[in-house]
């Protein structure tokens, strides 16, 4: 290797991690936040589904209300953000959604109930399509799905603090007047508040206005993704309208609609199944769950190494559904605790293993304000599963006294993802041998 070589891959190596340590342990941290009113929605169902009347289909339709609101706005979220600049409007964001978290302690009942929970999805729109858009911005594609892993590893980290948390809050029954459960909602919305004002004057909006880097890695680094740019120009490039129309958009769209039906089923219900499985307490159900998150956590970081080094995003979006097909299938059909939970790890695993190699997808087909559009219409259609997933699971509860029917349909939709993924991966391979 020339001396040449050695100092640009040394130049590279330095200045991706001095980004790296710039941006994402914040981005991480407020994705926790964010992600903790899935976990703990869970975790709080232990005790506020009975405190408020909810029967598994209400509060199934609760969880999923908040993905209505989330997926309206997201768009416009996005296109704002895209114009504005990430630093304004990321912290916007995280001080609303806190304050509409912590606001969940005034449910009453259903109706209230339902109201909150729109409102939540209503403040937090934009939030993980804009941060996919503006990784994009600071990471070269071949270190992106690292970066995405880094920064998606607070889906199950939200899990694995969420539940040991969200149990120990629930003993606080009664202090103060409050239940535990209005304890877990109230404290889970000041870390996002705190996040976003910390946002406000800690992120840079691209890497032109990067102070902190020094001038090599500044211009390098602009270069790198200027050059990326220009060689990708024969993909799919387009303005947002084109964007937004695309068969590339819409398919991965159905794509992720189909994963995250059954990525946020058992989130939701897990605590739930957890609990009925074991006969544990709120606080041992919390532990389990906080395991589960742990595996979760592995799954990611791994699957999103391997998919680097390889180069490839496909197969490693692809296997993963095919083992959350298994672990639903376990759930169904396995008739014992031990299949229940060894099912719901390895969903878990697999949930979190497909999503920073599914990500890098979009980012590299779409530039600028299009991706923008693009990744905020992938997001906003595909979390409408957080709807159908949930609910699913609860009609079939109701319905049938188990969730048994609700798993084998996930199972199938889990499969169907899998089989999409691969066609996509055929038209990738058949659009660059055009």
């Known amino acids: ?74 768009v416009p979220s996005n296109l704002f953000l895209a114009r504005i600049g990430a630093r304004k409007w990321i912290a916007r964001i995280a ?121 090599e890695q500044r211009d390098w680094l602009v270069c790198e993704m200027q050059r990326e740019r220009a060689a990708d120009a024969g993909r799919e490039r387009a303005d947002v309208k084109r964007a937004l129309s695309s068969g590339v958009t819409w398919s991965l769209a159905l794509l992720y609609l189909f994963a995250l039906c059954g990525a946020l089923g058992p989130i939701f219900f897990g605590p739930i199944l957890v609990r009925d499985a074991l006969g544990l307490s709120d606080a041992g159900t919390g532990l389990v769950m906080g395991a589960i998150g742990l595996a979760g956590i592995a799954g990611m970081l791994v699957n999103g190494w391997h998919s680097d080094r390889t180069g490839e995003r496909f197969v490693h979006t692809a296997v993963p559904f095919l083992v959350a097909a298994g672990g639903f299938a376990m759930m169904a059909l396995g008739g014992g605790s031990a299949w229940t939970i060894g099912g719901l790890f390895a969903v878990a695993i697999a949930a979190s293993a497909f999503t920073p190699t599914f990500w890098c997808v979009p980012s590299a087909m779409f530039s600028g304000t299009a991706a923008a559009g693009a990744i905020a219409l992938i997001n906003s259609v595909g979390n409408l599963g957080g709807y159908l997933g949930p609910t699913l699971l609860g009609k079939a509860k109701d319905a049938t006294g188990s969730y048994a029917s609700g798993m084998l349909i996930l199972c199938g939709l889990a499969l169907a993802a899998a089989a999409m993924t691969m066609l996509l991966r055929r038209r990738a391979r058949s659009a660059q041998r055009l």
């Open 95 to 215: 001080i609303t959604w806190g304050i509409a978290a912590s606001a969940m302690i005034l449910a009453r009942g259903t109706t209230s109930f339902y109201v909150l929970r729109l409102l939540l999805g209503v403040a937090e729109a934009g939030f993980f399509p804009g941060i996919v858009w503006y990784l994009g911005l600071w990471f070269p594609e071949r270190e992106r799905a690292r970066a995405m892993s880094r920064f998606m590893i607070g889906i199950p980290l939200a899990s694995a603090i969420g539940g040991p948390v969200g149990g120990a809050l629930l003993s606080l029954n009664g202090r103060l007047g409050l239940a535990g459960w209005q304890w877990l909602f109230l404290v889970e919305g000041i870390p996002a508040i705190v996040l976003g004002v910390v946002a406000l004057f800690y992120l840079t909006d691209s890497p032109e206005k990067a102070a902190w880097l020094t001038a």
């Open 1 to 74: 290797m020339s001396e040449s070589a050695g100092i640009d891959a040394e130049l590279r190596r330095a200045t991706i991690r001095k980004v790296s340590w710039r941006l994402l342990p914040l981005l991480l941290a407020m994705f926790v936040a964010s992600f903790l009113d899935r976990t703990n929605l869970g975790v709080a169902s232990l005790q506020m589904n009975g405190a408020l009347g909810l029967s598994a289909s209400a509060y199934a339709f609760g969880v999923g209300v908040f993905y209505f609101g989330y997926a309206l706005f997201e």
